[in-house]
């Protein structure tokens, strides 16, 4: 095994192991557990979608199709962001993908390459070094500072960490697992800073519909960006339509990027399964409800939260300003990964190590919220009470 091991590429070999799924295996089978650990909410598709794609299924669209994903999904996706963003965008510009996960890999390719360095503020989702790692390229961690639960991005601290390897900066805005939320003037502070450096910026907004400040949605570089800058906007349909199974994506990109990007959906997955794509125009088309009702929940899940870590001395957790995660540091746990396990075996509710997101997360604990109120209500009773015992 040894042997075999040596022969693997150093790349491969490099990659990390996820301290997520390490917590949903040592979990996963235990009776009554409340699974809080994944990015994920407890509602199945919606109806309309599944049988969007039974129906396409049924109907023959079982063959090779548009790389780049067909034109009734690429036409929605531009509708869809002009209903959010106010104004026209060209369906040439949005790239369908395997999955959000394979549209980061496609943008850091892109973008980055082997040798290269992206620039990853953490805590951050762990797959995003994970996917630089696997092309040989860096994920560089530039710490958050953190006060009291709540986390800030100093961009002094993004520039004080490029080097002539620094190829692009990656910023998930709401952010996984902080709920951190930048702002338009940090937006536009960190665009200067990438213009004037030659970055890249991969702009992971899968949050964005999830924002607690009173918006509609979160601010983009879209707000204030040109069509043909350095950003890669990265989206996908798991959240806001509850198809994290489906494993289906997109990238929003320059015009100009349009055969590189058809080029590296060629050579690693040749697009979407069609069927999936017509279901995925029904979501954008016909599910804002479904949308809105998720939205209301996270809501009401972070409001549960929030209430029952209220004067917990030994739980240091601000309500977070986007997405839909609690990430709280607890007192005299031990390290984060014996906090988290101790929550799965002890109070029987499915929780990822803060480490999972980068040693600047050691103490922190995250949980998802977007749950049914009985059942993330009952998760917070259990949690208090093991906490209090």
Not at 29 to 38: F, N, T, V
Request: net charge negative; charged share 20%.
């Amino acid at each position: 095994m040894s042997d075999l091991l040596a022969a693997v590429t150093t790349a491969a070999r490099a990659t990390p192991v996820s301290g997520i799924i390490s917590a949903v295996n040592h979990g996963r089978d235990k009776p009554g557990l409340i699974p809080l650990w994944a990015g994920e909410g407890d509602l199945p598709t919606p109806r309309i979608i599944a049988e969007a794609a039974a129906k396409a299924l049924y109907d023959g669209a079982t063959f090779y199709t548009h790389q780049r994903g067909i034109p009734p999904l690429r036409e929605a996706l531009a509708a869809y962001y002009e209903r959010q963003y106010g104004r026209p965008f060209d369906p040439d510009t949005f790239f369908l993908a395997g999955s959000g996960m394979q549209a980061i890999q496609i943008a850091i390719a892109l973008s980055v390459g082997a040798g290269g360095e992206i620039l990853v503020p953490t805590p951050a989702w762990p797959n995003v070094t994970g996917a630089a790692s696997v092309i040989g390229a860096t994920a560089v961690p530039v710490a958050m500072r953190e006060e009291g639960g709540r986390w800030h991005l100093a961009v002094e601290d993004l520039a004080a960490a490029i080097t002539p390897a620094t190829r692009a900066i990656f910023l998930n805005s709401p952010a996984n697992p902080t709920g951190w939320t930048a702002d338009l003037a940090t937006l536009q502070a960190i665009l200067e800073l990438a213009r004037a450096r030659g970055l890249w910026i991969i702009a992971d907004e899968i949050y964005a519909r999830f924002v607690w400040t009173g918006a509609p949605r979160a601010p983009s570089f879209l707000d204030i960006a040109e069509p043909d800058e350095k950003i890669l906007y990265v989206n996908t349909f798991s959240k806001n339509w509850a198809m994290t199974g489906w494993r289906m994506g997109w990238l929003h990109a320059p015009l100009a990027l349009k055969q590189t990007i058809e080029n590296l959906i060629q050579y690693s997955t040749s697009g979407v399964a069609e069927f999936m794509q017509r279901a995925g125009v029904v979501a954008l088309e016909e599910s804002e409800w479904f949308v809105k009702r998720s939205i209301e929940r996270a809501r009401r899940g972070r409001e549960v939260v929030s209430a029952a870590f209220a004067g917990n001395n030994r739980v240091t957790f601000a309500p977070p300003d986007g997405a839909f995660y609690a990430f709280f540091r607890v007192d005299g746990l031990g390290s984060s990964r014996e906090a988290a396990f101790r929550l799965i075996d002890e109070a029987l509710v499915g929780t990822a190590p803060g480490t999972a997101f980068g040693g600047i997360g050691e103490g922190f604990v995250r949980i998802c919220f977007l749950r049914s109120e009985d059942s993330l209500t009952q998760a917070m009773q259990r949690i208090t009470r093991f906490l209090d015992n």
